[in-house]
C-alpha cells in the first residue's frame, strides 16, 4: 500500500477469459464486493467499452441517504488483461461529478487454468475538498483480500455449471 493506493494479488483457479467475464458483469459485484457496500446493476448492462457508464445501487451507514447509487465510467476495458472504473454520482451520464479514485483489475494468465489478479484501489486523483469529508482508503484493506476471494469463488464456480 503506498499512501494513496492500496493493492492485493490473488491467483484464481479459472482461466483468464472466465475471471474478465464475471469483472465484465457489474450483476457479478455485489457478490465480488468486499465492504458490503455494493448493491444491484441498476441497468443491468455488462461492461463493453471504455468511457461506457453503468450503475450500481450502494448502501452505507455513514451516508446521508444510507441508500445511494453510484454511475461509473469505464476507464480501461482491455479484453482479457484489465478493466477499470470511475465511481460518479449524477442524474445525467452526461453530467457526472466523480470522486476521483478508481478501481482496476488487472489479469495475466499463469497457465491456460490459472489467472493473477490484481486489484488496485486508488484513490490519488481525490480532490481537497473532498478528503475533507471522506477519509481515505474509507475501508479497511482487508476488504480487498475479500474482494479477490468473492472473484476467485464466482469465477471457479462457472467451471462447474
Same mark, same amino acid.
Given at each position: 500500500m503506498t499512501e494513496e493506493q492500496m493493492q492485493v494479488t490473488t491467483t484464481v483457479s479459472?482461466?483468464?477469459e472466465t475471471v474478465f467475464d464475471v469483472l465484465a458483469d457489474p450483476s457479478t459485484h455485489q457478490a465480488i464486493d468486499g465492504t458490503g457496500w455494493?448493491?444491484? /446493476?441498476? *441497468?443491468g448492462k455488462r461492461v463493453t467499452e471504455t468511457g461506457q457508464i453503468f450503475r450500481m445501487a450502494m448502501y452505507h451507514d455513514n451516508h446521508p441517504d444510507k441508500d445511494y447509487e453510484m454511475a461509473n465510467r469505464v476507464e480501461v476495458f482491455d479484453p482479457p488483461q484489465a478493466i477499470a472504473w470511475q465511481p460518479?454520482?449524477?442524474a445525467d *451520464?452526461?453530467?457526472l461529478d466523480f470522486g476521483g479514485w478508481i478501481w482496476r483489475y488487472d489479469l495475466s494468465p499463469v497457465t491456460t487454468s490459472?489467472?493473477?489478479v490484481t486489484l488496485t484501489y486508488d484513490w /490519488?486523483?481525490?480532490p481537497a475538498h473532498l478528503r475533507e469529508h471522506i477519509q481515505f482508503p474509507p475501508f479497511d484493506p482487508q476488504h480487498l483480500n475479500n474482494s479477490l476471494k468473492h472473484l476467485a469463488e464466482l469465477a471457479e464456480s462457472r467451471l462447474e455449471e
Open positions: 479459472a482461466p483468464v455494493v448493491r444491484e /446493476s441498476l *441497468d460518479g454520482q449524477g *451520464d452526461a453530467a490459472q489467472t493473477e /490519488s486523483r481525490v
